[in-house]
């Protein structure tokens, strides 16, 4: 009763349209979870199906590549990334990385990977937000597919600017060697996945890709929870 009274007087946001949510929502709101625009890449695979590998063929060897949802300016996408990155929601990420992590078990995903690893910040960056976005999708990928993770299994050595409004070039050119894995042992013969918040260009995952496969890692394959 008491948690009852508590929802009636402050009753909680969905992260994706800030409307009250229902008893029983976590989170995203049952009309906002409809609404959101998933992408079908966990059923294409590594083939020419799945646009997102396409993106990665001749670049950098990738198993596979997925991502949860279509970004799309100004909308639900946009919103919850925004909540996650710079309003603290750290729940959110575990929760979209539960999600998604349950959807890939479903289709065996789970069986191809042992290790999780997010793309790190620096540590500047990292001490001024207090968090890493990737990190926390990372861990409710881990819990929903039961594969072991680790937040410190690649450093980000340089301090960049950001990569907003820059060509593929340049970020290119910003991320390059900027990456390093700590301790190799930790990925070592393993087929690490690779997860970010946002895929654009791609640059910054080729980059940490390019890292984990000369540290010694058999394979790499990506995961975002979204996709531009």
């Excluded at 800030?18 to 294409?44: N, Q």
């Excluded at 979209?96 to 620096?122: A, E, K, M, T």
């Excluded at 910054?204 to 540290?215: D, N």
Aim: aromatic share 10%; glycine share 8%; with cysteine.
């Amino acid at each position: 009763m008491f948690e009852d009274l508590l929802s009636l007087l402050f009753p909680e946001s969905c992260y994706a349209c800030s409307g009250s949510l229902a008893r029983g929502e976590k989170y995203i709101c049952t009309g906002c979870s409809v609404k959101l625009p998933y992408t079908d890449f966990h059923e294409h695979g590594a083939t020419e199906l799945n646009p997102l590998q396409r993106r990665f063929w001749g670049k950098v060897p990738v198993r596979f590549a997925f991502s949860y949802l279509y970004f799309m300016p100004k909308g639900r996408v946009q919103r919850l990334l925004h909540q996650l990155k710079y309003k603290g929601a750290k729940e959110l990420g575990e929760h979209l990385g539960q999600r998604y992590g349950s959807l890939l078990s479903d289709h065996q995903y789970n069986q191809q990977f042992d290790l999780i690893v997010p793309v790190p910040l620096h540590k500047n960056k990292l001490r001024r937000r207090g968090y890493n976005q990737a990190e926390h999708f990372a861990i409710g990928l881990s819990q929903s597919m039961e594969v072991p993770y680790n937040g410190k299994a690649i450093l980000r050595n340089t301090h960049t600017s950001t990569q907003t409004r820059k060509s593929r070039l340049d970020r290119w050119q910003n991320v390059e060697q900027v990456f390093e894995v700590a301790r190799p042992e930790l990925v070592l013969g393993k087929h690490v996945l690779l997860v970010d918040d946002v895929l654009t260009t791609g640059a910054t995952l080729e980059a940490c890709a390019r890292a984990l496969l000369a540290a010694g890692a058999s394979e790499v394959s990506i995961a975002t929870i979204a996709a531009a």
